[in-house]
C-alpha cells in the first residue's frame, strides 16, 4: 500500500539519521521522490506521529521530533513489559531449531571484534525469535514499533560500548537457558529486567544531554 511505503520511507530516513530532530518535511518532496500523492503521506505522517518521530503542528508544517525524555521512558518501559510478556508466552512454543538458531546467533554476539551495529542486528534477531515464537500478532505489531522506536532514541554506538555489551550478552546467556529450561517464570523476569536496564542507559544518555544544553545555556 502508498501509505506503507510513505511509513516506511520516512522512518527509515528518521531512524538512519539522515532527518536530525526538528527538521522540517516537506511532504511535495516525498511526494516527488516516491510518486504517489499527498494524502497516503499525510496518513503515513499521522501514524509516525503516534509513535514519538513526528511533531504536526496545524497551520506550521511537520517536523521530526526531538525526543522527551518522559516520553522515552515511558515507551521503553512498555517496550520491556511486552518483552516479558512474549518471552513467558514464547516458553510454550520455542522448538529445538529455534532455540539451536538462538544459540547460534548468540555465539556470534560473544566475538568483541564484531561492531556495535553487527551486534545490534543479531540482538534484534535473537528477540525476534522470542516474538515470533510467542505466537501473540497485536503484541509483535506493537514491540516492532517500539524497537524501531529504541533504535532512534539510542543508538547501537550508546547501547552496545563494549562495557555495555558484556552486561546485555550476559543476560542474553541467562534469557536463554532459562528459555531453554522451560522456565517461564525465571525468563520473564530475566527479560524485563534486560530491557528495563537498557531504558535506563537510554535515561542516562538523555539526562546528560539535558545537562550539556543547561551548561550551554549558562554559558
Known sequence: MKIDQAYRYIKRQIIDGVWVPDTAINV????????????????AMTKLSEEGFLSIIPQVGVFVKRPDMEEVMERLL?????????????????????????????TKMDNLEISEEEYSLLNIEFHRI??????LPYT???ANQLWDYLNYVGNPA?????????????EHWMIYFSLKDRDAKLAKK??????TRIADSVSEKYQKMGLAQEVGNEI
Open 158 to 170: 550508546t547501547l552496545f560500548s563494549l562495557d555495555r555489551r558484556k552486561q546485555s550478552q550476559a
Open 140 to 142: 509483535f505489531t506493537l
Open 78 to 106: 512498555v517496550c520491556a513489559t511486552l518483552d516479558a510478556l512474549m518471552t513467558e508466552h514464547a516458553i510454550k512454543n520455542l522448538n529445538d531449531e529455534e532455540l539451536s538458531q538462538m544459540y547460534t546467533i548468540l
Open 190 to 195: 530475566l527479560m524485563e529486567k534486560h530491557l
Open 130 to 135: 522470542i516474538y515470533l515464537a510467542a505466537k
Open 28 to 43: 511535495n518532496e516525498v511526494s516527488e521522490h516516491l510518486n504517489i500523492s499527498r494524502t497516503p503521506i499525510h496518513k
